[in-house]
């Protein structure tokens, strides 16, 4: 099936810096999400792409869909502590509205 | 606004005993969904439904097993657990073409 790919597993940053993560597929997806999850929570959706190009800001996170449509960048500015937490890039995958998601990016952030 | 309600929160099983994963919504979703989350797996899809009475299967659905009889309710049954089923289980929903689900908070299930 269509697979995901989040690298690195971890990512550890300094509160106020910037960090990038991408997503990326040997298949095209026509929608790439982006979801959140804190500790102990379900996952939460921050930002949804529906076109190759778009480039959507959900506060201080960016996020970009592809033009090849095989990748997707998730971009946050000016880090803070609640920052912490599992990112997920996500596509649907077969009908109805199945979703395919990433292995995740666990985000530490150092005060 | 409840969302999508799971319980129980927490569960230790025996091997072979069974259990069931309950999941509730209330926002009239046609969509659900029951994924496992395993340390560096990511989430993983188990089986999903389009509405009552429809349900097929996921990625990982052996040992699983579901059935629909309200839009509602999604329930998830371990007919004889394993340790292998030690896992983070997530219910979630959505409408139809909208890829925004909302999970639930989890169940974290230990099978000894």
């Known amino acids: 099936g269509q697979q995901l790919n989040q690298s690195p597993q971890s990512m550890f940053i300094q ?18 999400l982006w979801y959140k999850q804190e ?35 998730l971009n946050i500015s000016a880090s803070i502590p609640s920052d912490v937490g599992i990112y997920f890039c996500a596509g649907p995958t077969g009908a109805n509205s199945k979703l395919t998601f990433g292995k995740g990016i666990t985000l530490s952030v150092r005060p | 606004n409840a969302g ?32 496992r989350q395993d340390p560096g797996m990511g989430l993983r899809l188990i089986h999903y439904s389009v509405g009552a009475g429809i349900t097929d299967q996921g990625e ?3 040992g699983y097993n579901v059935s629909r009889s309200t839009t509602e309710d999604f329930p998830l049954r371990l007919l004889s657990a394993a340790p292998s089923q030690t896992s983070v289980y997530f219910c979630a929903s959505s409408s139809p073409g909208n890829y925004g689900y909302t999970f639930g908070s989890g169940t974290r299930l230990t099978v000894v």
């Not at chain 1, 506060?59 to 990748?71: E, N, P, S, V």
């Not at chain 2, 799971?6 to 919504?25: I, N, R």
């Open chain 2, 60 to 62: 990982v659905p052996n």
């Open chain 2, 4 to 35: 999508v309600t799971q319980t129980p929160k927490f569960q230790v099983l025996k091997t072979g005993q069974s259990m069931t994963l309950q999941c509730a919504q209330d926002m009239n979703h046609e969509y659900m969904s029951w994924y």
């Open chain 1, 15 to 32: 509160e106020g810096e910037d960090v990038s993560m991408n997503c990326t597929s040997s298949s095209i997806f026509n929608t790439w």
């Open chain 1, 39 to 73: 500790p102990g929570e379900g996952p939460v959706l921050l930002i949804a792409l529906y076109k190759a190009g778009e480039l959507t800001s959900n506060g201080r996170l960016t996020a970009q869909f592809g033009i090849t449509r095989k990748d997707s960048f």
